[in-house]
């Protein structure tokens, strides 16, 4: 099936501009130096139903991004973790929930058990069993699982490590999206092999102890070897037409609103 891949946001968990910085990527006049919080969209034409929609990762930015891609119903949410930059937007599926909610029930939101407790404390008002605010989001949130089959396309999940924590990538079709990324398990590479499309964080040059540097995505994606590799989750380090120049045939710097074909 054929699909498309949209990269809501490409910035790592400030945002480029960074709030109060004057520096040369901050400052730059290219529209592709300006990231948002790292989300990613997924669309599909289901056979004999709609256009289906799911979204990886609701961070602070989703409804600009939302707007920006003219985005009307969500199908699903896929949560890779917990941390601000990919969670604070989930309120803001509330008014696409109404409608989801009115056709078929609640938005599913695919979340491990350890990003799904945070969910819950911090939109207790969403989730508990006890809350009363009429308005809240029709979501509901269900484990990820292996293997997420969602309206005729399986999202597989891959296991990667952002720090000490073990977080979700996605595989679906021919295309993976892994973000946060400082490690991949050994077992993860097998789930990695005949990939069109291979999106990896790259925060900047020097190291971090949560975030791949750009040399270390750069290993990866030689040994994963897809046909195209796009690095996300960008620090305020990286310009992107410099940036650009210094990476090998087949890697580039993603950039928000960047949509390529894939296949489901
Ligand atoms: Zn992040
Ligand atoms: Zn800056």
């Known amino acids: 099936m054929d699909g498309q891949l949209t990269f809501l946001g490409t910035g790592t968990s400030m945002g480029v501009p960074t709030l109060g910085c004057t520096c040369a990527v901050c400052t730059s006049p290219d529209p592709h130096d300006r990231r948002l919080r790292p989300s990613a969209l997924i669309r599909w034409n289901e056979p004999d139903a709609r256009e289906r929609t799911?979204?990886?990762?609701?961070?602070?930015?989703?409804?600009?991004?939302?707007?920006?891609?003219?985005?009307?119903?969500v199908d699903a949410?896929?949560?890779?973790?917990?941390?601000?930059?990919?969670?604070?937007?989930?309120?803001?599926?509330?008014?696409?929930?109404?409608?989801?909610?009115?056709?078929?029930?609640?938005?599913?939101?695919y979340a491990t058990a350890e990003t799904t407790a945070v969910l819950e404390h911090i939109f207790s008002y969403t989730f508990s069993p006890d809350a009363t605010y009429p308005n809240r989001a029709r979501v509901r949130l269900v484990p990820v699982a292996e293997r997420n089959p969602i309206h005729g396309v399986d999202f597989?999940?891959?296991?990667?490590?952002?720090?000490?924590?073990?977080i979700v990538g996605y595989r679906f079709g021919s295309a993976v999206y892994l973000t946060d990324v400082s490690e991949i398990?050994?077992?993860s590479f097998a789930l990695l092999e005949g990939l069109d499309h291979l999106v990896l964080s790259a925060l900047r040059f020097k190291p971090h102890p949560s975030h791949a540097t750009v040399?270390?995505?750069?290993?990866?994606?030689?040994?994963?070897?897809?046909?195209?590799?796009?690095?996300t989750h960008i620090a305020h380090e990286l310009a992107h037409e410099a940036t650009n120049q210094t990476l090998p045939a087949g890697v580039a710097l993603a950039y928000d609103g960047l949509t390529v074909p894939v296949t489901l």
Do not use: K
Request: net charge negative.
């Open 54 to 73: 799911v979204v990886i990762d609701t961070g602070p930015d989703f409804r600009e991004q939302a707007l920006g891609a003219s985005l009307t119903r």
């Open 77 to 109: 949410v896929l949560y890779t973790h917990s941390h601000a930059d990919h969670i604070l937007g989930l309120d803001d599926l509330r008014p696409l929930s109404f409608a989801a909610f009115r056709e078929g029930g609640p938005i599913p939101l």
């Open 156 to 166: 597989l999940r891959v296991p990667v490590l952002h720090g000490q924590m073990e």
């Open 185 to 187: 398990p050994e077992s």
């Open 215 to 231: 040399d270390q995505a750069l290993g990866w994606a030689r040994r994963i070897g897809a046909r195209h590799t796009w690095l």
